[in-house]
Each structure stands twice: as structure tokens, then as C-alpha cells.
T-cell receptor, first 114, second 114 residues
Framework: KAGVTQTPRYLIKTRGQQVTLSCSPI?????VSWYQQTPGQGLQFLFE???????NKGNFPGRFSGRQFSNSRSEMNVSTLELGDSALYLC?????????????FGDGTRLSIL | AQKVTQAQTEISVVEKEDVTLDCVYE???????LFWYKQPPSGELVFLIR??????QNEISGRYSWNFQKSTSSFNFTITASQVVDSAVYFC???????????FGSGTRLSIRP
């Protein structure tokens, strides 16, 4: 069974640009969550999508947005990139939302802002 | 507010030693879930275990064991007879029952020396 797939693995952008990251969940998983990992702030929850609807949102500015498609694949978009957005962005999928479902993570997309 | 504290930032032991990683959590929820994840140098977060708040039974899986104590709000992780392959960053995490949002601790970097 294929795991969570994130593309691309690495990305280099400059300040002010925008970026879109992609996540394909494990087959049959309908919930997709996104996390940002930085050395200073650790792992922080960005948002969760289930049935194409955002179910929960972390404390991030509106520049961070996402969406989920009918096949449960998800994309995350960051607009007007800032140096502080440099991080490892991790996507996680689970069978459904809530009820303490264990989340299975992808390898992440490492985003570097120059 | 929910919070997870991993007071040990880094631990270094010699191979075959036993090592315990501490985790203390805070939550007002009566139903909650605790997780441990392993993050090897490759970056992917690997799910290790989930416990719900109503199940205080300790669990053993091979060389890994977990001790959950609600009275002290702790969920500690012990590796017996450690091996070099156990070297990684280990995260303790807390989730509620209403959404898939997980609060992660800051992680403990474990180094096993040959």
C-alpha cells in the first residue's frame, strides 16, 4: 500500500513569490492535515481537510491556504512568501477526521526562501 | 489549552543501554489521544503508538514500551537494549476527539553511540 506522497521534495523560491505544494494521501484515507516544521517553532498544525472542507485551522496568517479535491488529494498554497516561511511542510492522512485517528505522514516538502 | 512538554532536548547513550523518553501533557478534554512518532534523518514522521485516555494499560512492542499515567499526565517511552538504528528525533503528541489536529511536543533527539 503506497504511503503519503508529497511533491515536490525540495523547492527554492524568493520572497514575494507564491508556491503550491501537493499531497496524495494513502488510498482510502479521506482526511488530510498539513503541518509546518521549523527548528524554532517545531511542528505546528496548519489545517485539516476532510470531504473537501476545511475542518480545522491552526494559527497561521491567511497567506496559507489549502484545498482538497474529490479524490482526497490536497494542495497547500502560500502566497507572498517571506523568509520565515522556510520550513519542512509535512502532510498527513488518516482514514477519517477526529476520533484520535493516527496520522500517517509523508516525507515532506522542504521549502527554502531566498 | 493543550500542551505537550518533552523536557529532554537531547539524549545520548551507548548501544544496548535502556533509555526512557519523558512526555508530560496538559488538556482539559476528558477524551483525548496520545501518540509517539519517530523522525529519522530522512524526515518522515513514523507513527509508533496511539493510546486513548480511557486505556491506561502499559504496552510493550518488542524493545519498545510505553507507560501511561493519568495521575501524573505522563506518557513515557522506553527503548530497551537500544540500537544505533533507534537514533532519531522522537515526538510525543496529543490529540482530541473532535478533530484531527495534533499538538506535538518539541521532540527529543536520541543518539545511540556504537
Amino acid at each position: 500500500k503506497a504511503g503519503v506522497t508529497q511533491t515536490p521534495r525540495y523547492l527554492i523560491k524568493t520572497r514575494g513569490q507564491q508556491v503550491t505544494l501537493s499531497c496524495s494521501p494513502i488510498s482510502g484515507h479521506r482526511s488530510v492535515s498539513w503541518y509546518q516544521q521549523t527548528p524554532g517553532q517545531g511542528l505546528q498544525f496548519l489545517f485539516e481537510y476532510f470531504s473537501e472542507t476545511q475542518r480545522n485551522k491552526g494559527n497561521f496568517p491567511g497567506r496559507f491556504s489549502g484545498r482538497q479535491f474529490s479524490n482526497s488529494r490536497s494542495e497547500m498554497n502560500v502566497s507572498t512568501l517571506e523568509l520565515g516561511d522556510s520550513a519542512l511542510y509535512l502532510c498527513a492522512s488518516s482514514l477519517t477526521t477526529g476520533t484520535g485517528q493516527p496520522q500517517h505522514f509523508g516525507d515532506g516538502t522542504r521549502l527554502s526562501i531566498l | 489549552a493543550q500542551k505537550v512538554t518533552q523536557a529532554q532536548t537531547e539524549i545520548s547513550v551507548v548501544e544496548k543501554e535502556d533509555v526512557t523518553l519523558d512526555c508530560v501533557y496538559e488538556t482539559r478534554d476528558t477524551t483525548y489521544y496520545l501518540f509517539w512518532y519517530k523522525q529519522p534523518p530522512s524526515g518522515e514522521l513514523v507513527f509508533l503508538i496511539r493510546r486513548n485516555s480511557f486505556d491506561e494499560q502499559n504496552e510493550i512492542s518488542g524493545r519498545y514500551s510505553w507507560n501511561f499515567q493519568k495521575s501524573t499526565s505522563s506518557f513515557n517511552f522506553t527503548i530497551t537494549a537500544s540500537q544505533v538504528v533507534d537514533s532519531a528525533v522522537y515526538f510525543c503528541a496529543l490529540g482530541g476527539s473532535s478533530a484531527s489536529k495534533i499538538i506535538f511536543g518539541s521532540g527529543t533527539r536520541l543518539s545511540i553511540r556504537p
